[in-house]
Structures are given as C-alpha cells and as structure tokens.
C-alpha cells in the first residue's frame, strides 16, 4: 500500500480493497499525528529533536537548542535515507524510552538530537509539555530563530574564526576598539583585537587582528596625496577606511643651500641655509617626505667629483646630485614621495663631499631640496 508525501495517509489501491484495515491504517495514523517526510542528512533516532531542511541540500539534521526546531523523528532514519518526522500543534508522540514528569514543558537540549524538561540557560523555547511519562504534546515548530552558533565564531567566541592572512573584502566592515597614533617604534607590543594604529614617522596603519601583534593594513604614499588624518576618526568604532580616505592635497616645497669658494677633500660637510649662514639645517613644521634635490654651480667643474647628499636630522638618505665629467655645472635627482620621510621637528639638510681632485676651489655653489609636506 501507498502513503502519500506529507500526511502519510494510505493512497488507494486498485482492485479489491480491504475497506477496514485502510480505514484503520488511516485512523492509526491520525491518531499518531501529522507527519512530513524528510530525507537524513545524518542517521537519526526516533525521538531525536530536528532542523528544517538545509538549503543546500534539503537534508535534514539533529537540533539543538540554538537552532530552528522542525518536529520529532518517528522512527530510526538512516543516512541520506527517507523517513518521516512528526511535526505540528497538537500531536501526541509516544516514545518508550522516555521518562518524562507529567505536565512539565519540553525544550531541544545543548547537545544535538536531545530533549530535556530542565530549561537551557539560554535560546530556551518550549515545544512542547509531556502528556505522560513517555508522550510529547508538540505546542509548535521554531521556525524564525537566528542561529546564535555564528556567534561562537565572532571575536572572543569558543570557536573564534581569525581573517589573518586572508585576501579580497570582508563582507562587513571590521570595527576597531582603540585607535592611538605616534612613532612607529611606539606601538603598543601586545595589542589586543581591533585595535588600530597609525604610525606618523612611517606613514603606516596597523590593525590588531590576531591578539598579540600587529598586522600592516595601509603603507600611505604620500606621492598618490593620501595621508591618514586621525581627526576624521570620531570614536573607536571608527572604520579603518575612515583614517586612510580623506586626501590633502601635497605642495611641493624648495629649500636652498649655499657653498662659496668649494674646497676639495670635503667629506659630509654641513651646507649654510642660503642667506643665514652658521645654521645648516631647516625645521620642518609638518611631516612630508624629501622628493628632489639639484645643484648648480657658477663655473664648470675642471677636475674631481663634487657630491651633494640630502639629510634628515643630519643622517644622508640616499638621495643625491653629482658633478663629474658628465655632469659639469648642474645636476638634479627625483624620487616618488614617501620614500624617504620626515615629521613635524624633523631637520633638513645637505651635506657635501668633494675628492681631493676637485676644482675649481673658487666656484660657488647653491643646492635646492625640493620636499613634499
């Protein structure tokens, strides 16, 4: 004999029918209550609490108390095979293995597949009260509860799920819970989660993802114009975009040096600022970064090699001019800006180097250092 899908009622057969034991199969399983067939995505057990069917695949699996609460399994139910769990109002489910006080309410336990009268400490919602020591009275399906397991895998949950390392978008955007800027080398040692950092000499961002340490989130190029301003994070639920997106615009900024009667044997000799002599540096008033140097000369070099060198508080950078015989009277160097950088008190300035072959020992000599602030 047949059953329909859902309700488990006995279809009818064709040629002589036994008119009372269909009409008693029918009652029997009315009386045991409605029933809606699934298939198992695990083995179940008669008894067992279970979900909805996954959207995935439409299987169907253990519940417990955190989850969305579909019925009751009538029977044992094999992996992946077909089976039928009791489920809506007012069924009554007998099961010999329960033990349950009468009259007392029904909840889906902590664990998978379980049911218990003592109320979990949270997501307890009652689906039903028992009848007698081994029957259910189903009061209702739980079929609009979030699953409170993700919260589990959020931060400080039990199964905390870490993003380090992990590449492309985030589907929301992560929170910090402190943000605190100065020098690189500052940067708390131990930072905990959420926290962020923006490192002013170095022009970087840091984020704490992995309690402990910190990991690199924006290397800033102040040639693209991009600079962190912390004024536009208004608390620390700030977004880390928030610290890196509003732009400045940069100016380029010309400062000048001056040598008379250059000497030869030089070796990184402090240059005059141009017009105040005795002082060879320049304060600067805001970070920046150096972006150019040049140098002119009023007489072609005769002889040797005459090198000009760009410093920040009084160490070399890298960046440079050069006299030779390729370059007789004039010569300039550029790079991209956020190479070489400097904050707020930083000095700026030249120092020159000249071999013992050098002349003419008469020429005069003017170097501009072009920075970007």
């Not at 895998?153 to 929170?175: P, R, T, W, Y």
Request: glycine content about 10%; proline content about 3%; aromatic content about 6%.
């Amino acid at each position: 004999m047949g059953f329909t899908k859902n309700c488990n009622d006995p279809e009818m057969p064709t040629g002589p029918v036994e008119w009372g034991a269909i009409f008693n199969t029918l009652i029997a399983n009315r009386e045991a209550g409605r029933t809606i067939k699934i298939t198992a995505a695990e083995a179940l057990s008669a008894g067992q609490p279970v979900q909805p069917p996954r959207v995935s695949d439409s299987k169907v699996e253990k519940a417990d108390n955190t989850d969305n609460f579909l019925g009751i399994v009538k029977e044992g139910i094999a992996q992946d095979a077909e089976g039928f769990v009791y489920a809506g109002v007012g069924n009554e489910i007998t099961n010999g293995s329960w033990s349950w006080t009468v009259g007392g309410l029904i909840y889906v336990g902590t664990t998978p597949g379980t049911l218990t009268q003592a109320a979990p400490t949270s997501d307890a919602i009652a689906i039903g009260y028992a009848n007698s020591a081994t029957s259910i009275v189903l009061l209702r399906p739980v079929l609009s509860r979030t699953n409170s397991h993700a919260s589990t895998h959020e931060n400080s949950g039990a199964d905390e799920i870490s993003v380090a390392g992990l590449s492309g978008l985030l589907a929301d955007f992560q929170k910090a819970n402190n943000i605190e800027s100065g020098a690189d080398a500052s940067k708390a040692a131990s930072p905990a989660v959420g926290d962020i950092y923006l490192a002013t000499d170095t022009d970087k961002v840091y984020k704490c993802i992995s309690a402990g340490s910190w990991s690199l989130m924006k290397n800033l190029d102040l040639s693209g114009n991009l600079v962190a301003d912390l004024s536009d994070i208004t608390s620390a639920g700030a977004d880390i975009e928030d610290a890196v997106t509003k732009k400045h615009s940069q100016n380029p900024v010309s400062h000048h040096f001056m040598q008379s009667d250059v000497a030869a044997s030089q070796s990184a000799v402090a240059i005059p600022v141009l017009g105040l002599a005795g002082n060879a540096e320049i304060v600067m008033a805001k970070l920046g970064s150096a972006i150019g140097i040049s140098i002119a000369s009023n007489a072609a070099r005769t002889a040797g090699t005459l090198t000009v060198d760009v410093t920040v508080n009084g160490t070399a950078i890298g960046l440079q001019a050069v006299l030779d015989g390729t370059n007789t009277q004039y010569h300039y160097a550029t790079q991209a800006g956020g190479l070489d950088t400097f904050v707020a008190g930083d000095r700026l300035g030249v120092k020159i180097t000249t071999d013992g072959t050098w002349a003419p020992t008469t020429a005069d000599i003017v170097v501009m250092v072009l920075a970007e602030v």
